[in-house]
């Protein structure tokens, strides 16, 4: 009797070790970069650029003595979200914005990653495809919004990292007055001088491209429509769709309406009554809609990834085209490793910066 009940134990105790190992080891995967990437070009200034000088930081500054591109409001400050799992698409969509702008030695990139990622092997990742790459990279304590966040209709949008736009101005440094942020699944192929130079008024916070004919109310859950105290959220305004994957901000303005906090209001309501169903875009809605800037279009070509459940095949939107974005489910890397692509997918190729096992040295 004894001998099968110690087996029994000791068969239970390897398959716990067992699970341990292999949860621990796909753990330590979404931290590893196993993609390896080319070294882009190095890109400079047109002569028509201003020069970025000392003398031009304020006294907000950080005594770093790496302040004058960082602090710089001649500078174009860009903000993106970086992690293992979408470094690829990052990668591309840095390439592109040097590649199109008249003044790339005046952008200072601002990546955000999470506290749990190796933020010293993504650092180095990005150095070694853009050795002149003027970036600084911070981290964002999860933490902070894990406990706000709900479930919604894919589990990729319940990632926390989705929702660190909300606390730029809190992450980036206070003298950082304006940032274009960008989600890592587009390229530009326009000035990105010119989306960030957006008038934004006497008192609007941010601007982006608005899509009033989208249908608004799709976004909220009927218990939010049938409530007047919530519904009335939008009684003074005109609301609309916008997406949240680029956007231009003035953080100085964030700052004094805390605004992460009228946001985080809305996600603590969320988590005791279900009021939209789609991770971090509808609480921006009920904060901003009606009350942004509106951007052309051509700025945010959006939805080429498809809708979120088909991975469907999108066209553009008709006009100019000025920022190819590929939110939904679909990818482009994705689709054209699987050779499956969607006809719009080849114009991310020529950004993509992967290293692969066949490349031949020019």
């Known amino acids: 009797m004894l001998m099968p009940r110690l087996i029994r134990k000791l068969t239970l105790r390897f398959t716990l070790l067992f699970l341990f190992l292999s949860s621990t080891t796909n753990a330590a995967a979404t931290t590893t970069i196993t993609q390896r990437f080319k070294e882009a070009p190095q890109f400079y200034n047109s002569p028509e650029c201003p020069s970025i000088d000392q003398d031009e930081i304020d006294s907000e500054a950080e005594p770093d003595g790496d302040n004058t591109i960082f602090c710089s409001e001649h500078a174009v400050h860009v903000a993106m979200t970086l992690d293992a799992a979408y470094i690829r698409g990052s990668m591309a969509a840095i390439l592109s914005v040097l590649q199109h702008t008249s003044c790339p030695q005046n952008i200072a990139f601002h990546f955000v990653a999470s506290a749990s990622a190796n933020a010293s092997l993504l650092r180095a990742t990005i150095s070694s495809s853009f050795p002149y790459l003027k970036f600084r990279v911070y981290t964002f304590d999860d933490s902070s919004v894990s406990g706000l966040i709900s479930t919604s209709i894919r589990s990729a949008l319940d990632c926390p990292l989705n929702y660190a736009r909300s606390y730029l101005a809190n992450i980036l440094p206070l003298c950082v007055r304006r940032v ?48 007047p105290s919530l519904s009335l959220t939008f009684a003074d305004r005109r609301p ?123």
Not at 278 to 307: E, R, T
């Open 240 to 362: 609309c769709y916008f997406n949240t994957g680029v956007m231009v901000i003035d953080l100085d303005r964030w700052r004094e309406g805390d605004y992460t906090t009228k946001i985080e209001e809305w996600m603590e309501l969320q988590k005791r009554i279900r009021i939209y169903e789609l991770g971090s875009l509808p609480p921006f809605l009920l904060v901003f809609a009606g009350d942004i800037v509106p951007v052309d279009h051509k700025w945010n070509q959006h939805g080429l990834g498809g809708d979120n459940f088909r991975g469907l095949c999108r066209d553009l939107h008709p006009g100019p085209v000025s920022l190819l974005h590929w939110s939904g489910k679909g990818k482009p890397w994705a689709r054209l490793d699987a050779n499956r692509p969607c006809p719009l997918d080849a114009l991310w190729a020529p950004y993509d910066l992967l290293q692969t096992p066949f490349a031949l040295d020019s």
């Open 180 to 227: 274009v942020y960008l989600d890592s699944d587009l390229v530009l192929v326009d000035d990105i001088a010119k989306l960030a130079a957006t008038p934004l008024g006497e008192k609007s916070v941010l601007a982006a491209p608005e899509y009033c004919n989208a249908n608004f109310t799709s976004y909220f859950t009927p218990t939010f429509w049938s409530n």
